[in-house]
């Protein structure tokens, strides 16, 4: 069992939004800033999509964006573009002595 | 650019131990923290362990403390993780990652991973 909370699944079809959430507790998500989403398609290593909850890395598409309330960290994807069909995984900071812990991943479906 | 490779992977009997690398370039590796996360086959990410920059300070996920052991060799760009009494549940493809200069961050740069099976 994933310390954070993840929906198995999502679906869009192309040019719609769609939002992934992640849900923790008060030791992790809802008590710092430090979300991270990643981006993985087959085989392929994990890619750093957004940073401290609502921050792009340079090249990152602004479809892209993130945000947080409470306990519960989301992804939001807009204008869905057949490239964007992959697992993406949350991660955060935590005040237990494992530091850092990952969702259990979702996976995009780009109808 | 940053580049980071994995490399020491394979086959090994419940019991065995493994030694995994990450060799390092592109950057000043002996002032980033780095982190090994690995992911079951199917499954999600895990994070494994931590080392600072010196090694003076290190984590470990509950799951595997006290039989995986991480280090650096600063002079050789590379980051280890020694495996022991390794399980099925070990099986996995590991990753390194680079933190930040000052503690664990968001990891902008992964290596490609190498693949420990677990198996008798």
């Known amino acids: 069992q994933s310390a954070l909370t993840q929906p198995a699944s999502v679906s869009g079809s192309p040019g719609q939004s769609i939002t992934i959430s992640c849900t923790g507790t008060?030791?992790?998500?809802?008590?710092?800033?430090?979300v991270s989403w990643y981006q993985q398609h087959p085989g392929k290593a994990p890619k750093l999509m957004i940073y401290e909850v609502s921050n792009r890395p340079s090249g990152v598409p602004d479809r892209f964006s993130g945000s947080k309330s409470g306990n519960t960290a989301s992804l939001t994807i807009s204008g869905l573009q057949a490239e964007d069909e992959a697992d993406y995984y949350c991660?955060?900071?935590?005040?237990?002595?494992?530091?850092?812990?990952f969702g259990g991943g979702t996976k995009l479906t780009v109808l | 650019q940053v580049q980071l490779v994995e490399s020491g992977g394979g086959l090994v009997k419940p019991g065995g131990s493994l030694r995994l690398s990450c060799a390092a370039s592109?950057?000043?590796?002996?002032?980033?923290?780095m982190s090994w996360i690995r992911q079951a086959p199917g499954k999600g990410l895990e994070w494994v362990s931590y080392?600072?920059?010196?090694?003076?300070?290190?984590y470990y996920a509950d799951s595997v403390k006290g039989r995986f052991t991480i280090s650096r060799d600063n002079a050789k760009n590379s980051l280890y993780l020694q495996m022991n009494s390794l399980r099925a549940e070990d099986t996995a493809v590991y990753y390194c990652?680079?933190?930040?200069?000052?503690?664990?961050?968001?990891?902008?740069?992964w290596g490609q991973g190498t693949l420990v099976t677990v198996s008798s």
């Open positions: 008060s030791s992790d998500v809802g008590g710092y800033n430090y």
């Open positions: 991660s955060s900071y935590t005040s237990s002595s494992t530091l850092e812990v």
């Open positions: 592109g950057f000043t590796f002996s002032d980033y923290y």
């Open positions: 990652a680079r933190d930040c200069t000052n503690g664990v961050c968001p990891k902008a740069y």
């Open positions: 080392i600072s920059s010196s090694g003076s300070t290190i």
